[in-house]
């Protein structure tokens, strides 16, 4: 499943899992000079897009590029698993019993994925990184297939959050693992993008990075933002539920477009820390709107690990607004969050 933006009778679809993103150009402006202004570009291996509605007296296009990219590559430097020189991988590339100052920023996440990692039981998990290289996922994957039960063993040595630990600005580590914040980041990253464009006075506009979003206000016509929750489907790109979207954040994770065949059996890149394997469960993809984009972003991950009975329980305890959807021998079939119907309301046609 994916996000997108809807104009119109059209629909498109944003993703992190369907390759380039692409969101509607929403209105060309309309009434006291309001108008749509949109920047966009390539960011975390996809794209980013801002849409906000323009006033007089707010930022121009040019002005609030060179804020969010400055945003962006501050991330980038900080976070990033696929630059050598970024404050994360300085630390994993460290032995055990290390520590590092890293910046607030990192120490954030960390600690949201302690706080998720609790309460899955630690089958979501920030250090997996080793298991996806492992599996053939990761930045350094070389290979799709399962692993031998040895390598299995060895890896899952270096992998559980138990062995990292705060102190002060420091983040340290008791065994060699690797912190990788690919299913928190991109979320943070539009909760920083919102902050600012709320700061620069901008109070109506969709951020979105690599397929996370958060709207806020009304367009220049005074129509909500409208977000289309995609099918699961790989041949086309059908809107399986519209909701309107005003301070939320909106993320989906799904398993169905980033696999392998191994024997007849199908691996996901969806890996449960626990076992350290990818999960075999029916649940294909869970669309979680949350205040916050980062913790729409982690919960729609862990919620995707947990299955469809584990993730039901967490979200009913938790109050979670969650969307899932389920393989059926018939297809796909859908189910909701008492949170997500009470939040998104009748469905939009």
Not at 15 to 32: E, H, K, N, Q
Request: glycine fraction near 10%.
């Amino acid at each position: 499943m994916a996000v997108g933006v809807l104009r119109g009778d059209e629909e498109l679809f944003t993703g992190r899992y369907v390759g380039p993103v692409v969101v509607a150009a929403i209105l060309a402006g309309c009434g006291d000079g309001d108008s749509m202004e949109t920047v966009s570009g390539p960011t975390m291996g996809s794209t980013y897009s801002i849409k906000y509605v323009r006033r007089a007296d707010l930022a121009d296009a040019d002005q609030v590029r060179k804020q969010v990219e400055g945003i962006l590559g501050e991330i980038d430097q900080q976070m990033s698993t696929y630059r050598h020189d970024s404050d994360i991988e300085g630390f994993n590339a460290m032995p055990a019993h290390s520590c590092r100052k890293m910046p607030a920023a990192v120490l954030e996440l960390v600690r949201v994925g302690e706080q998720l990692s609790e309460q899955s039981e630690g089958s979501y998990d920030l250090t997996v990184e080793p298991l996806m290289n492992l599996w053939g996922f990761g930045p350094q994957g070389r290979e799709e297939k399962v692993p031998a039960s040895d390598a299995l063993s060895k890896v899952m040595q270096r992998v559980g959050h138990q062995h990292l630990r705060i102190d002060g600005q420091q983040l340290c580590k008791d065994a060699a693992v690797k912190v990788d914040f690919n299913s928190i980041a991109a979320g943070y990253a539009v909760d920083a993008i919102a902050a600012r464009l709320d700061a620069l006075g901008i109070h109506d506009y969709l951020a979105e990075v690599t397929g996370e979003l958060k709207a806020k206000g009304r367009k220049p016509d005074g129509s909500p933002w409208r977000i289309a929750l995609e099918a699961p489907r790989d041949d086309q790109q059908i809107a399986e539920r519209i909701i309107t979207v005003d301070g939320y954040g909106v993320s989906t994770s799904g398993d169905y477009r980033n696999y392998f065949l191994q024997d007849g059996r199908r691996y996901s890149h969806t890996l449960d820390a626990r076992s350290g394997a990818p999960v075999l469960h029916d649940l294909a993809s869970v669309t979680v709107i949350h205040p916050s984009a980062l913790m729409a972003d982690g919960l729609s991950t862990l919620l995707l690990i947990l299955g469809p009975e584990r993730a039901r329980d967490y979200a009913q305890k938790h109050e979670i607004a969650a969307f899932f959807v389920l393989r059926a021998d018939t297809g796909f079939v859908s189910r909701t969050s008492q949170a997500f119907e009470q939040l998104a309301g009748e469905k939009t046609d």
